[in-house]
């Protein structure tokens, strides 16, 4: 297991908002139809759909403006993308058929990346943790999740769903926090894993190249 | 009919109702659920938020393995799982340079995949496959008088649309109709629960589950069919919550679409995972078991 994933800060590196702009739009770009974010006319279909935009520092038409301005950077702090629940009802509303659901996950990876993840979520230390388990048992296991997830910082969430939690894992909805249950293939996993991170820093590398 | 079935971690656990119910209800309708061997992970949406072609890889390794079994079309339950599958085989079959990397991480593994299988989601199999009129016939104990709020969620069809409309899908109307029950009018249908935002943010998304149940109550619903895990459990576990935002009694049992057919079908409720729930639905369910 690699140990960076266990990091609650992973690499920061400083870069300047024009820079960022353009490594975000080269991951953009490297998506299956990744060139149509040119094609955003601002009309604002996504922010009105969805269904979280209320809460966020910055609605999903913004995102584009913002881009265009070159203050991606003040996205990639805002807590944007990690209010997305990934519902698409966005992408599948824009004029343009931009994938904005797809954008926002590249948004949520090149914070995490570059340390610029949005200090008023945690819901990026939730996907290190998830990504930990999969990788080390192959399948979640929803106890061990919530459990550090909690000890990350999240103690008064914790004694208010304890007696709901304490339910659920009595009614046997909840597997042990420290489970046995592992993944036979988890050495495939892992084979699969080393190979396409290392195919995908090639393609990056290419992509930024560009 | 034999399919080969994707479980997925909630349904293992958190969902095990929706597992249960869903196996007991396949075997009334002759349809034989085989479980995939060491299926994994799919990834759902939170793998996608760190490494986009390592998600899609985990993903495909289940795709591999259901080629390896020899099946065309591999089902199953949760939205989350079904729309990653998805995914990442639509990816591939219209994709080359995808399907190019995602066959080298495959390969690199003793694995490979021809994108030779259809992912699809039971709801699906039950209405355009097995038919309604099956179901109809299945059912013993017709659910008379109860008004149900058919919650379809996010995922079941978007973005692919699949097999119903994105922005107003009818499927589980129609087999909630079938059943006898009456389906109340629920424009909220498709609109999101909250997600995994509800579990890590949730002071900031009770508005978005509080409108949806509210809405149910509104239209005299007297429960929420859903056909998604983290549904189920955005709706049912933070009802005091939104009870306390809202100032007022919005209480209303959350139950799968599967359990209303496997009642209705006059299957034994502890067959179903009745009582698992955090909302009683005793009430409800009493009237017909």
Not at chain 1, 49 to 71: N, Q, V
Not at chain 1, 123 to 144: K, P
Not at chain 1, 191 to 198: A, D, G, N, V
Request: glycine share 8%; proline share 4%.
């Amino acid at each position: 297991m690699p140990r960076s994933e266990l990091r609650t800060k992973t690499r920061v590196q400083k870069l300047s908002p024009e820079e960022l702009s353009d490594i975000f739009l080269s991951h953009v770009y490297a998506l299956p139809d990744g060139r149509k974010i040119d094609l955003c006319i601002q009309c604002g279909t996504c922010s009105a759909s969805c269904p979280t935009a209320y809460a966020m520092d910055y609605s999903p038409r913004e995102i584009f403006a913002a881009l265009r301005a070159g203050m991606l950077d003040r996205v990639l702090y805002s807590n944007t993308a990690w209010m997305c629940t990934s519902c698409y009802i966005c992408t599948v509303r824009c004029p343009q058929q931009i994938k904005i659901t797809d954008i926002m996950y590249e948004l949520k990876r090149l914070g995490i990346k570059y340390g610029y993840t949005s200090p008023s979520t945690r819901a990026a230390a939730m996907a290190r943790i998830f990504i930990n388990i999969t990788n080390r048992l192959g399948r979640n296991n929803e106890s061990e999740l919530m459990a550090r997830f909690y000890l990350a910082g999240r103690w008064g969430d914790a004694i208010k769903n304890a007696w709901r939690g304490a339910k659920m894992f009595f009614r046997g909805r909840l597997p042990m926090p420290i489970s046995g249950r592992k993944v036979a293939g988890l050495d495939e996993m892992r084979k699969i894993r080393e190979t396409l991170e290392r195919l995908e820093e090639e393609k990056m590398a290419k992509e930024e190249a560009r | 009919m034999e399919l080969l079935y994707y479980p997925g971690c909630s349904v293992e656990y958190t969902a095990k109702m929706y597992d249960t119910s869903a196996r007991a209800v396949c075997k009334e309708l002759d349809v034989e659920l085989k479980e995939l061997p060491d299926w994994n992970c799919c990834g759902a949406t939170t793998y996608m938020s760190v490494h986009e072609l390592v998600s899609h890889g985990n993903s495909a390794r289940n795709l591999a393995l259901a080629r390896r079994e020899g099946a065309d079309q591999m089902v199953t339950v949760c939205p989350a799982c079904y729309i990653t599958l998805y995914k990442t085989n639509e990816y591939f079959q219209t994709n080359p340079e995808f399907a190019d990397l995602i066959r080298q991480g495959l390969q690199a593994a003793g694995l490979d995949y021809d994108g030779g299988l259809r992912i699809r989601h039971l709801v699906d199999v039950l209405v355009n496959t097995v038919g309604l009129d099956e179901v109809e016939k299945r059912v013993t104990k017709p659910l008379n008088g109860l008004k149900v709020a058919a919650y379809h969620g996010c995922m079941l069809t978007r973005p692919f649309g699949g097999f119903d409309s994105e922005e107003r899908p009818v499927i589980l109307d129609r087999i909630t109709r079938s059943l006898g029950a009456e389906v109340v009018d629920y424009p909220l249908t498709a609109k999101c629960c909250g997600g995994m935002v509800t579990n890590t943010e949730s002071s900031k998304t009770i508005p978005v589950v509080a409108r949806l149940l509210r809405e149910a109550k509104y239209n005299g619903a007297d429960c929420i069919a859903v056909a998604c895990p983290l549904c189920h459990m955005n709706l049912d576990f933070y009802q005091p919550e939104v009870n306390q935002y809202l100032g007022g009694d919005y209480t209303i049992p959350i139950v799968y679409f599967t359990q209303l057919m496997g009642l209705a079908f006059g299957i034994p409720k502890e067959k179903l995972g009745f009582g698992l729930e955090l909302v009683s639905a005793d009430k409800l369910v009493s009237r017909y078991a």
